[in-house]
């Protein structure tokens, strides 16, 4: 079997949702009741049987390594390999990088290190289930350089992603570093795998030749040069790009198949909290909605995340809220399209509401 | 540096527990399943470190595969440590005298190298039946600061319920100077609560005593403690005020968990200082569409159905049109639609089917004669068919 090695960009695309980043980085942005994102790719990995995994940081990464710690959760607390937290590098030239490719520059070390043939590239701003063995698998078929996993849909937001045509073999004949236009795309996806030998030389060479954009002068015009192969993923796939993206792919979690997908069968892997049960007070009507450990439900609760000990206070109406880790609402309030960052309090009877499309944001840690 | 730990735990966990039944068909009364997401053995290993007590010997004889699992290395307890830290301790084969526990003290005896092992000034034992939270610091402090060989922790209970526990006669002062196992006239209502605290030189003379002793039963309450009150050791009571609950039986494990239901509850969980650590499975949060009412629920739950005043376990699925009432469901459960569970314990991995009707309302169930105060009880891993019928007070452990 091909030995892999992973490494999760934690820090990338944070300005596309500066609410949430603000205070973390884009890996340790909460979602689904009990989770950050990082746990995707992470889980992705450790359940694709790699268990050497390389972490790319930048700033504000303070709770990205409090929810990580050692790595035990994931199983990566290893004396071989395991999970290596990789901070920004820098010489005398450079300070924090600037983009994905001075971001691997940084981890050329530990990938020089790796003795693992294959790596695999991820993002942590995404919530999918992918078993990447399947893509090496592909990827050694193919004979390919590069392979690039790809998922089908409508363009949302186009600056970073980048979409490719392929040949009816999947070998890409084309990339668009700024896709425009409508319809249905193959949107890369941020997944990306390769020899690690194959990975160095090519960092190497983009250091030589100064280089300053993975996709705008490596990958577009490898396309000539290389062996670029796309893969399909055509399972649940919701990237995290904005606070709407943000609401929908929580709001996504009240669907049982898109449940089903992401937490069955195998399990996401994420830091154990040791709260309390959820605990539903004979005055609670909850409907539609999901409720993690430690919440105390006085009120009416609908279509609602609702993460770790948040308190919904007697007479309270809270509808298409995502309300996250000890957010505490009080007596008869009225929430509706409430986004609410960690551990805020809203007073008795506060009536807040945004709208689907641009939900209310509560900043973390607010008294309103 | 020499390397020693002030204070050894040993953790009694080997007991039985015939009295839980099917509960405890094939795991140990320590492993049974509690208040959604714990099991019983989370509150004394969660008391220990939250006491800062950070060696503990766990003693495990009946069916352990489950317990000896659930412990593991004591990661979720912050058990897991290169000095110290969780040890499961079953019994072993020797040159001479190759045999299993005979009884608490017994058991305790078996281990004295282990406890060596850290050369400890003090060693507590602790029990792995009770549901309570306690800080064994503070009993500690008060074991030296009386300067006393042994200190037993001890509540009041009511005066009619005394003869079924150990109990202590005490002078003002706190010293024990007589103590009853289960007296049929109790002249106190002081119960101790099988937490002991010894200074170890003296545990390990009492113990080494009473192994020479054939006479002996083995066992603290009934001859140790009362050797050692008869020798004239400094024996201290301790009175601990707070939740406290012997779990042993049906009836005492339903009320334990209802214990844990409303705002403010008999028994509190959520407070954040003293926080009960257990194995956290890695599910979801729970799923809730149906109607939830004075009830705890844990992760990965799928609700659709009714759920009033119970205990719902993790990864358990209530059907729309099912009916959970007054009951303890531990976890891995499936309640298809149209069944109904009332007023019973339904132990983990059990399926029941559409329609099955499980137990009867409590206020009917308590009038029926059985060993179980009316509860029906379901073992581990059974399916009730459809439009299965299980009567109040049942205890089943196979399919029906």
Known sequence: MATTVGVIFSSINEEDIPELTKVRSTGSVPYGGRYRLVDFALSNMVNSGITTVGMITKNNYQSLMDHIGSGKYWDLARKDGGLILLPPYSDETETLYKNRLEALKGAMAFLRKAKEDFVVLADSDAVYKLDYSKVIEAHIAKNADITMVYHEHELVKSHYYMAFETDKNDKITDIQINPTGKGVKKNYINVMVARTSFLLRLIQDAIQHGYTSFGKDILSPGVKTYNLYAYKFDGYYANICSLESYFKANMALLDKNVRQEIFGDRDVYTKVNDSAPAKFAASAVVKNSLVSDGCVIEGTVENCVLFRGVKIGKGSVVKNCILMTDNIVGDNCKLAYVVSDKNSVIRDKRELAGCEVQPYFINKGSLI | ?400
């Open chain 2, 1 to 400: 540096m020499l390397r020693k730990k002030e204070c050894v735990a040993m953790l009694l966990a080997g007991g039985q527990g015939s009295r839980l039944y099917a509960l405890t068909s094939n795991i140990a009364k320590p492993a049974v399943s509690f208040g959604a997401k714990y099991r019983i053995i989370d509150f004394p290993l969660s008391n220990c470190i939250n006491s800062g007590i950070d060696t503990v010997g766990v003693l495990t004889q009946y069916q352990p595969l489950v317990l000896n699992e659930y412990v593991g290395n004591g990661q979720p307890w912050d058990l897991d440590r290169t000095f110290g830290g969780v040890h499961i301790l079953s019994p072993y084969e020797a040159k001479k005298d190759t045999s299993w526990y005979k009884g608490t003290a017994n058991a305790i005896y078996q281990n004295i190298r282990f406890m060596k092992m850290y050369d400890p000034e003090y060693v507590l034992i602790l029990s792995g039946d009770h549901i309570y939270k306690m800080d064994y610091d503070k009993m500690l402090a008060a074991h030296k600061a009386a300067n006393a060989d042994c200190t037993i922790a001890c509540m009041q209970v009511p005066m009619k319920e005394a003869s079924r526990f150990g109990i202590l006669n005490t002078n003002p002062d706190g010293t024990i100077y007589e103590f009853e196992e289960k007296p049929k006239q109790p002249k106190s209502d002081l119960a101790s609560m099988g937490i002991y605290i010894f200074t170890a030189s003296k545990l390990f003379k009492y113990l080494e005593e009473d192994d020479k002793n054939p006479d002996s039963e083995k066992d603290f309450g009934k001859n140790v403690l009362p050797a050692m009150l008869n020798a004239g050791e400094k024996m201290y009571s301790y009175r601990f005020e707070g939740y406290w609950k012997d779990v042993g039986t049906i009836s005492s494990l339903w009320e334990a968990n209802m214990d844990l239901l409303g705002v403010v509850p008999n028994f509190e969980l959520t407070d954040t200082d003293r926080v009960i650590h257990s194995r956290s499975p890695l599910a979801p949060p729970a799923f809730v569409e149906g109607e939830v009412i004075n009830s705890i629920v844990a992760t990965g739950g799928e609700i659709e159905g009714k759920i009033v005043n119970s205990v719902i376990g993790t990864n358990c699925v209530i059907e729309k049109g099912a009916e959970v009432v007054d009951s303890v469901l531990m976890g891995n459960i499936t309640v298809k639609a149209g069944a109904k569970v009332t007023y019973s314990i339904v132990d983990e991995d059990v399926t029941i089917c559409e329609k099955a009707v499980v137990g009867t309302d409590k206020a009917e169930a308590v009038k029926v004669e059985s060993k179980t105060n009316g509860i029906t009880v379901l073992g581990r891993g059974i399916t009730v068919s459809k439009n299965g019928k299980v009567a109040a007070g049942e205890i089943v452990d196979k399919n029906v």
